[in-house]
């Protein structure tokens, strides 16, 4: 059991898909701006992360290494992705629309994520088993969001700021989360994989 | 590579099994028009036809709740478009600019005392009744300057607001933001206007103002209708024509001024 | 209608008077709190210690005029807030740092942490923290060889004399389960004055003591984040002491060593990065105690004091937000 | 069982130097009539008053010139006998322009004989009474001037139980309320007696704070003098702002007015002692209120005094009575120094509501700048509201209205503590009243905008 909790732990802390492999920077710029979005959409990035992880591990597994179709790990991925963004926007649509409007185009945009394309791929690098896939796929989501949330309170705060006319908007944006990756990086070590 | 076709073919195939069930499950049901609409405006969001932006807009044009023609920023061209989607004919729109009805800076008025606080026209409005002598005068403080969507308005040296009017996209945001109500929105071809706002009688104007009208009523006579007396106030009425410069240089308040027109 | 009967009287919202204070005496205050430790640098460090000071305090201030005028702003430097962040950020430095490379620190913290922001009030992150992460990180050589002291070695009678800080011996000895040295009264008191090595101003826990009252005495700091910092420290290592004291020292060896003293009283207090209600400052200083001991323990650098403030900083946001205390007239029968 | 001690230490609050050393020892003197009374006809909180005269009139001292407009307003009286001369706006000391009227004194100063005096007031019928604090044109005289007739007829359904007889006066350099106690204890306790009589409260406190020894001494032996069931003195701890309505009735009842309440929704009522005073003499005397006591103060002031001016006396005199200014001031302020408001000229006439006229001099006028916020968290630690001042005033330059509105920016008093203590000098105060404004005026238009859909 702890190996999984050292998984999860590694994935949000130690190497954090935002922080420290720069991964998912546009929704991560896009989405936060306030607060319930955020959350909106962290959550939408764990339900699609975690089904992900289990179901490309599942194609991989089942379709393509039987068929020797690795090559077409991509196509099959994104394909696969795709599908869960496009129900996640349908049932937001249904059953909160505010969130809907409020995520507006990062919601379908998640499919483009690089995230969740990252986690499948390195599942099968790894050569994870369904149960570390998932576990990681979760971790890796729970870390962006974790991110996302602790770089939204952030936002809130540098759009009171008065920074010079050449670093308005999304520059300041970039410099903060910059120095916000050079101290996540104090949890370079932490776990020994 | 023809079991490559087939395998991606099914995962295709189910995926789409899928989303087709789930299209059911989570149907809702929107005005298709809404998004012509929204694509015909110009999605500047600056709130100038009275609605929170171009999205609730549109929606209220779909539910032909709103005339067409009260997009500013978007003029003639746009209120075609918006014909063209909803099938309607409407009236074009002429083009509006805004204008600061105040000529007096910090050399030409008077001030009642020094105001210390917060840089905002609202906030020197309420304390003390604002810092010049002349209670209706431009404070100079930049509330519209901020609220310009394009930067139209410029704080002179002097302390008062100027609007450019080829920059003006006609929004009338700075309408609202001026708290003593001295911005108007005027056709954008007019050139003569009486750059004061003051409701106070002559001697009072003159000792809070050089360039205050002094309700002398030479330039009604003058323009010949096309300048009313509101008062002890000189108002140009825009829906007459005005082309007689004489107003100008006979006005002995110095307060009727030429803008180049655009 | 009124004539002037005298110059114009001056008109502003209430209030009209002040109690005082204003953002250079409070900074000047921090300079003169920081004074001991300043002075147990320059005697325990000698000529190092004055150039690396000298060093960053000149390049701190010459960065906010330069990136003041660039940014076409009053030149903000009357404020004395960049001598205090070259000051903290030299005190962060060991003593052998190059010039060159404090010179670089100092550019990061004041232009990258704080005018890139607008100046002081809008940085989300300690200025003087971004400055020595930005070095450790870049240069980790430079940033990691410190001076010699004497060591307490295991068996009495023998003496040893090692260029490792307490800390560092920590990490590496304990990796291969040998108790580097005995702790006991006699080093804890040898820590608490000052003689051992590390940066410049963390060396001596009495002379920031000194200081820290100071800055209580001139409410320039409040008591919540200090003391949850430290108490954190001092918890987590007793349980792990407790549970396993082969492998751990004891809470008081982790308070004494390392930048805990210099980050409670100095750099988790600065205003600006820290929080604003007094639960909330309780929390941040808690988090700050509790990252430090994670990473000191099962992290892959020795210190852990920066990190876990700068961390801690990005989540003041959050616990502003989520600690708001409970407005008059409100909750029980609001 | 006489003199109590606080029943609670309200949160927040600041200990400015008090500075009441200049004339909490001079008695009341009584200035003589200016050649000019300009009396406003907005002197109090509501609608102001209707004229009843118009140029060339002749009125006598206590005629009522002003009528009442609507339910929150306050009948406004001549001063003294004499002939209008004119209705003019003109401007008050919060800067707009309300009507005026213009009366020059005979120097006769002749009673209107319009309210009989009537000594044995225990007996009369409390309606009676409250309709004699409306005839007297009585307001708050603390500084906020809410009609008092309005504020002694609650609902039914909000019994009173506890009056409170504010003579706090937490503002630094005034003490106009500090002497009226010293030398009209007696009278005080009269009025009280009255309003508790009109409201049947069951319980007297009068509120003083415990930098005015003589005061609290004063009062003491009145009410020894004339004992009275369940009345005490509370001697609350100095601190600013004690006095404030909310904040007193926390320390002396350890009641919490809830946010957008008011006392009597904690069954207490608040009223100063100098409005006390006036309903005595309303009714005992038969009296409108036509004259009150303010603290002429400040540095550059030759002879700083308590005076005892008729309402509608030029503000220019009241200082010449005083010596006038031995060196130029940088501001003039009605009231007192943390919530008075600054005049931008002296042509003011006093209000009911004008507790004081301090100067300042330049060098003791400190600037607001717009320094940004460094979260030294000292304005958090004064607000007697617990409010987050920092945030607020961040959120208010950024004109985001909705997050000030749930940080509860309409529960701020305007006290000023924030902005006192402020270390960059920023002007919070009015951060807050433009946040407040913007705020209820969007609450309006949302009420607007339900009651059409």
């Known amino acids: 059991m702890t190996e999984y909790l050292l998984l999860i732990l590694s994935a949000v802390l130690v190497n954090n898909f935002v922080l420290t492999r720069f991964l998912g920077i546009c929704p991560f710029l896009g989405v936060s701006k306030k607060l319930p979005t955020a959350l909106g959409m962290g959550l939408a990035v764990i339900f699609v992360m975690t089904s992900a992880s289990v179901v490309t591990w599942a194609l991989q597994a089942w379709v393509l290494d039987p068929l020797g179709l690795g090559y077409l790990q991509t196509i099959a991925f994104i394909l696969v992705i795709a599908t869960f963004v496009q129900f996640v926007e349908l049932a937001l649509k249904r059953h909160s629309p505010g969130l809907h409007r409020a995520l507006g185009i990062y919601l379908p945009l998640i499919t483009t994520n690089c995230c969740v394309l990252a986690v499948a791929v390195i599942n099968v690098r790894n050569r994870y088993d369904l149960a570390h896939s998932a576990v990681f796929g979760f971790g890796a989501a729970a870390g962006f969001a974790l991110a996302l949330v602790i770089f939204t309170g952030l936002r809130e705060r540098i759009e009171r700021a008065a920074p010079p006319r050449a670093f308005r908007g999304t520059a300041i944006a970039l410099v903060t989360a910059g120095l916000l990756s050079l101290a996540f990086m104090g949890f370079a070590g932490l776990v020994k994989m | 590579m023809f079991t490559a076709v087939i395998a991606i073919g099914l995962t295709g195939a189910a995926c789409g099994a899928v989303l087709a069930v789930a299209a059911r499950l989570f149907a809702v049901h929107e005005d298709p028009r809404v998004e012509e609409l929204m694509a015909a405006l110009p999605g500047v969001n600056c709130g100038g036809c009275g609605f929170a932006g171009c999205a609730d807009y549109a929606k209220a044009i779909a539910r032909q709740q709103a005339p067409l023609n009260l997009c500013a920023p978007g003029g003639a061209e746009t209120v075609q478009k918006l014909a063209a989607v909803m099938g309607v004919a409407a009236a074009p729109l002429a083009r509006k600019v805004a204008i600061v009805l105040c000529g007096g800076d910090r050399q030409r008025a008077a001030r009642k005392f020094c105001y210390n606080g917060i840089a905002d026209c609202a906030a020197a409005a309420a304390v003390g009744g604002g810092d010049k002598l002349c209670g209706y005068g431009c404070l100079g403080y930049g509330s519209c300057a901020r609220v310009c969507p394009v930067n139209a308005i410029e704080i002179t040296p002097g302390g008062i607001a100027r609007v450019h009017p080829e920059l003006c996209i006609g929004c009338g945001r700075c309408v609202r933001a001026c708290p003593r109500r001295l911005i108007h929105l005027v056709p954008a071809e007019r050139f003569i206007h009486v750059l004061c706002s003051s409701k106070d009688k002559g001697p009072v104007v003159k000792k809070a103002c050089q360039v205050g009208c002094i309700g002398c009523t030479l330039c009604t006579k003058l323009a010949g209708g096309a300048i009313k007396m509101d008062g002890a106030l000189a108002v140009v009425d825009y829906a007459q024509p005005l082309e007689n410069e004489a107003v100008i240089e006979k006005c002995p308040g110095h307060c009727i001024v030429k803008v180049p027109a655009t | 209608m009124a004539e002037q009967t005298q110059p114009l009287y001056v008109v502003s919202p209430s209030p009209h008077i002040h109690a005082g204070d204003s953002v250079r005496r409070i900074m000047l205050a921090v300079i ?142 304990l990796g291969q389960g040998v108790m580097p040295y005995r702790f006991d009264a006699a080093t804890a008191w040898q820590f608490f004055l000052g003689w051992k090595n590390g940066c410049l101003g963390e060396v001596s826990g009495l002379a920031l003591l000194l200081g820290a009252a100071y800055l209580f005495y001139r409410k320039c700091i409040y008591w919540q984040v200090p003391v949850f910092f430290i108490g954190a420290v001092a918890a987590v290592a007793a349980v792990l002491w407790k549970l396993d004291p082969a492998h751990h020292l004891p809470p008081l060896f982790h308070v004494l060593t390392g930048g805990v003293l210099l980050g409670a009283f100095f750099m988790a207090t600065d205003m600006v990065t820290s929080p604003i209600t007094r639960l909330g400052m309780a929390w941040f200083g808690a988090g700050c105690g509790l990252l430090t001991m994670v990473i000191r323990v099962w992290g892959g650098y020795p210190e852990g004091v920066s990190f876990a403030i700068l961390i801690m900083n990005a989540l003041v946001p959050l616990i502003n937000r989520y600690t708001r205390p409970r407005v008059f007239g409100h909750g029980r029968r609001g | 069982m006489t003199m109590l001690r606080a029943a609670r230490r309200s949160p927040g609050g600041v200990h400015p130097a008090y500075r009441k050393e200049a004339t909490q020892g001079r008695p009341i003197e009584n200035m003589p009539l200016p050649p000019l009374l300009r009396v406003s006809l907005s002197q109090h909180l509501g609608a102001p008053a209707k004229p009843l005269v118009k140029k060339g009139d002749r009125v006598r001292r206590g005629q009522r010139i002003g009528e009442a407009v609507g339910f929150v307003s306050a009948h406004v009286h001549a001063p003294t006998s004499g002939t209008v001369q004119a209705v003019v706006d003109w401007p008050t000391p919060a800067g707009g322009m309300q009507p005026a009227v213009e009366i020059v004194p005979d120097g006769s100063d002749e009673w209107a004989a319009d309210l009989a005096p009537c000594a044995d007031w225990a007996a009369a019928d409390s309606r009676a009474l409250l309709a004699r604090i409306l005839e007297a044109g009585l307001c708050g005289m603390g500084g906020a001037g809410f009609p008092t007739h309005v504020k002694l007829g609650p609902p039914a359904n909000k019994p009173i139980d506890t009056l409170i007889v504010n003579g706090a006066e937490c503002e630094p350099c005034l003490t106009a309320d500090h002497r009226l106690m010293v030398e009209q204890a007696a009278g005080i306790w009269t009025g009280a007696r009255i309003l508790r009589r009109i409201l049947n409260a069951r319980t007297i406190r009068v509120a003083i704070e415990d930098n005015k020894p003589d005061a609290l001494a004063a009062m003491e032996q009145a009410l020894a003098a004339a004992p009275e069931a369940d009345a005490a003195i509370v001697a609350l701890p100095t601190a600013y702002p004690q006095g404030a309505e909310k904040q007193q009735i926390y320390a002396v009842t350890g009641r919490e007015v809830p946010s957008g309440g008011l006392p009597m929704d904690v069954g207490v009522l608040v009223e100063n002692v100098a409005t006390a005073l006036a309903a005595a003499e309303a009714v005992v005397e038969g009296r409108p209120l036509t004259e009150r006591v303010l603290t002429v103060t400040g540095r550059p002031v030759a002879r700083p005094a308590n005076v005892r001016a008729r309402l509608g006396t030029p503000l220019s005199d009241v200082l010449a009575f005083c010596g006038g200014l031995r060196e130029p001031a940088a501001k003039a302020i009605a009231g007192g120094p943390m919530m008075g408001l600054a005049l931008p000229t002296l042509e003011v006439g006093v209000a009911k509501t004008t507790s004081g006229l301090l100067f300042l001099a330049p060098d003791a006028a400190p600037a607001f700048t717009s320094l940004p916020c460094i979260g030294c968290a000292r304005c958090v630690e004064a607000c007697p509201m617990r409010l987050l001042p920092a945030e607020l005033s961040q959120m208010l330059e950024a004109e985001d209205y909705e997050t000030a509105e749930a940080y509860q920016v309409l529960d701020c008093i305007e006290c000023g503590c924030c902005a006192y203590v402020c270390p960059a000098r920023r002007p919070l105060v009015q951060h807050m009243k433009q946040g407040k404004a913007r705020v209820a005026l969007k609450r309006r238009q949302q009420q607007e905008r339900k009651a059409q859909a």
């Open chain 3, 32 to 173: 003169v709190a920081l004074l001991p430790a300043l002075a147990w640098a320059l005697w325990r460090f000698g000529w190092n210690a004055a150039r690396l000071v000298a060093v960053c305090v000149s390049a701190c201030v010459l960065a906010e005029w330069v990136a003041r005028r660039l940014m076409r702003r009053d030149a903000g430097i009357d404020d004395f807030s960049a001598v205090v962040t070259g000051l903290l950020l030299a005190f962060n430095l060991p003593p052998s740092l190059p010039s060159g490379m404090a010179v670089a620190g100092s550019v990061v913290a004041i232009v990258a942490a704080k005018q890139v922001f607008g100046g002081l009030g809008y940085n989300p992150f300690n200025p003087a923290l971004i400055g020595r992460v930005f070095l450790l990180i870049s240069f980790p050589v430079q940033m990691t060889t410190w001076s010699e002291w004497r060591i307490p070695a295991p068996a009495p009678g023998l003496e040893a004399l090692t260029t490792a800080t307490p800390l560092g011996l920590l990490k590496t000895s």
